[in-house]
């Protein structure tokens, strides 16, 4: 089975410092890990993934992550927060075996808030 | 390429009624997801499907639930007389093989379910 904390629900920065979302993940087997990002009514937007390649993951809007085995995390940090970037964030794991390729498993979602 | 498209967007329905939701995958995707985010939760699985079978409904209510992705036309989630509960919002997401490593999933933006 697989599971996905994040350990904050709510997180506010100030614009133009640090962003970091935290999330801890359970598996079974070697895990996918993704970041996806929603906005007020809208779907889901992929941030970034790691597939067992680096463990430093870039994605877009200069976002990244890093996974951290041996303390089953896979936080997502920025080094500068823009107003834009307010929104829900959602760490997922996806299922590893079995016929369900796909099956993603979703965190509770972190609500980013930026203040000018 | 057009995205993950779902329709309608916004959905009203009295208890008793019935919803359909409606998902055109992506272009060459022949694999469809349905997840369902409540209230301040985050987003469940609901179904797996490829063209003409459900792989994987092990997140489908046993009750009234039913998903179908036909050889021709979109995938149809339907929901028989719906209940106050039954509100949330409804994920369609596409990928273009079984999601092995490294392969994404798409969202579309979502059908908003209102039961009145």
């Known amino acids: 089975a697989q599971s996905v904390t994040q350990l904050d629900s709510h997180v506010s920065v100030s614009e133009g410092t640090p962003v970091l979302l935290r999330c801890n993940y359970s598996?079974?087997?070697?895990?996918?890990l993704f970041w996806y990002v929603q906005h007020p009514n809208k779907g889901l937007q992929l941030l970034l993934k790691?597939?067992?390649?680096?463990?430093l993951v870039k994605g877009i809007n200069g976002f990244e992550a890093e996974f951290k085995k041996s303390e089953t995390s896979f936080h997502l940090t920025k080094p500068s927060a823009h107003m834009s970037d307010a929104a829900e964030y959602f760490c997922?794991?996806?299922?590893?075996?079995?016929?369900?390729?796909?099956?993603?498993?979703f965190g509770q979602g972190t609500i980013l808030t930026v203040h000018p | 390429n057009a995205g993950v498209m779902q329709n309608p967007r916004h959905l009203v329905r009295r208890r008793g009624q019935e919803a359909r939701l409606r998902c055109s995958p992506m272009?060459?995707?022949?694999?469809v997801y349905w997840y369902r985010q409540l209230p301040e939760e985050g987003l469940k699985f609901m179904v797996y499907?490829?063209?003409?079978?459900?792989?994987?409904e092990s997140g489908m209510p046993k009750e009234r639930f039913s998903a179908e992705f036909p050889k021709e036309g979109p995938s149809i989630l339907r929901i028989q007389q719906v209940v106050r509960g039954d509100s949330a919002a409804y994920f369609c997401?596409?990928?273009?093989?079984?999601?092995?490593?490294?392969?994404?999933?798409?969202f579309g933006e979502g059908s908003w379910l209102t039961v009145v």
């Open positions: 997401a596409s990928s273009p093989l079984p999601a092995v490593d490294g392969n994404t999933i798409y």
């Open positions: 598996s079974s087997y070697s895990p996918s």
């Open positions: 790691y597939t067992s390649a680096a463990t």
């Open positions: 997922v794991v996806r299922t590893a075996g079995g016929t369900s390729y796909g099956k993603l498993t």
């Open positions: 272009k060459g995707h022949s694999h």
């Open positions: 499907l490829q063209k003409e079978n459900i792989i994987d």
